[in-house]
């Protein structure tokens, strides 16, 4: 079953290349296992321009990462499903991280670096973003609520889907997926 899943799986990969552009229609019937919470929008949201602190103290926006597709993850270090999930999030960044897609984690609410240090540590991760967003302005202008919350942006800074809860991105099914998103429009 898994090799006839893989099949179906390349060959909409196939099709998705040989159209020449990337079809939100085909990747969201591509979902399966944790993958069916990502929930696809019918057509792209306007982002936030709200800032956010990069790991250094320096203001940022979603703006620093046009021109890419990003998995953005709100998350906490007091948050259980965050923990689970993050080491996902970190192997889908080392596989498909580059020039077409960036991980990009944001810690929301009270997190000190050295706790979110602390807990990149304690579960192996050293490939993401020690991001925060201390008064959650980045989060609520977004309509976050709860976490983990994923949200795909297209390299137009648009959110074209979002999942609640945590998910293993480091899969077959989401690396598909997110592969069918970036393929280059010719």
């Known amino acids: ?32 296992g944790d993958m069916r919470k990502l929930i696809f929008h019918s057509a792209p949201i306007e982002s936030s321009d709200v800032a956010f602190k990069s790991e250094d103290g320096q203001d940022m926006t979603l703006a620093d990462y046009a021109g890419k ?7 906490a270090t007091w948050c259980a499903p965050c923990r689970h999930e993050m080491p996902h999030l970190s192997a889908l960044q080392e596989t498909m991280g580059g020039d077409k897609l960036e991980v990009v984690t944001i810690a929301t609410g009270r997190n000190p670096l050295p706790g979110m240090q602390r807990f990149f ?3 192996e991760v050293d490939n993401l973003p020690l991001h925060t967003d201390a008064r959650q302005s980045l989060a609520r202008s977004l309509g976050v609520l709860g976490l983990p919350v994923t949200i795909i942006i297209d390299p137009e800074g648009r959110e074209v889907g979002r999942m609640q809860g945590d998910a293993d991105w480091s899969s077959e099914n989401a690396m598909a997926i997110m592969q069918a998103l970036i393929e280059p429009e010719s």
Do not use: C, P
């Open 1 to 32: 079953m898994r090799k006839l899943m893989s099949a179906l799986l390349y060959t909409a990969l196939l099709g998705l290349a040989n159209t020449g552009h990337a079809d939100v229609a085909a990747a969201e019937a591509m979902r399966e």
């Open 69 to 75: 597709h990003v998995v953005l993850n709100f998350w």
């Open 121 to 123: 540590a304690e579960i």
